[in-house]
């Protein structure tokens, strides 16, 4: 009877008992590869950022507008959604101003964007832009701006740049 014992677990496949493991391993291997790419994915590099121009839309007694037109680079393989814009402008090295745009933007994913954002200012910041406008019809900047990002990588990203930005249709 013994020998009828031995002889019957002898005959069970072997290669069921070998399978299993091997499927369990390649299963959690893809789980883990897969996991490592949405990380990846969700790798966070900051924007760029760029005044592209200064668009004057209105000129005044007291003062005027114009608006910010800004180049906004996202590297991201994602688009990132931007739920308020905050800049603090100076011009010629001189503190111009001040500005904020309460308007959703998309930066689509690894492309340029434009931002405009809609800027008053009063006749006493003017004097340094001016000069750069009559002797370069541009003006040197220096800008800080705040973004604040929502979705799962919600933030708030500050973004400096300073360079020269031309100055468009200066009487409207």
Not at 50 to 67: K, M, N, Q, R, Y
Not at 70 to 97: M, W
Request: with cysteine; charged share 25%.
């Amino acid at each position: 009877m013994l020998g009828e014992v031995e002889m019957q677990v002898s005959k069970r496949p072997r290669r069921q008992r070998d399978v299993r493991p091997w499927i369990v391993l390649t299963v959690c291997l893809s789980i883990l590869a897969t996991s490592c790419a949405a990380l990846r994915s969700l790798r966070f590099e900051q924007p760029t950022i760029a005044v592209e121009a200064v668009e004057i839309t209105g000129l005044g007694v007291e003062g005027g507008s114009f608006d910010l037109w800004l180049d906004v680079y996202n590297p991201n393989d994602y688009d990132l959604r931007v739920t308020r814009t905050e800049a603090e402008l100076d011009l010629e090295d001189t503190y111009f101003g001040s500005a904020a745009l309460e308007e959703s933007v998309t930066l689509p994913s690894a492309e340029h964007a434009r931002v405009t954002i809609p800027v008053r200012f009063t006749w006493e910041g003017v004097g340094a832009a001016a000069r750069g406008l009559l002797e370069r019809g541009a003006v040197d900047y220096d800008m800080e701006a705040s973004l604040w990002l929502s979705g799962p990588l919600s933030r708030k990203v500050t973004l400096r740049h300073r360079g020269e930005a031309p100055i468009r249709d200066v009487f409207p």
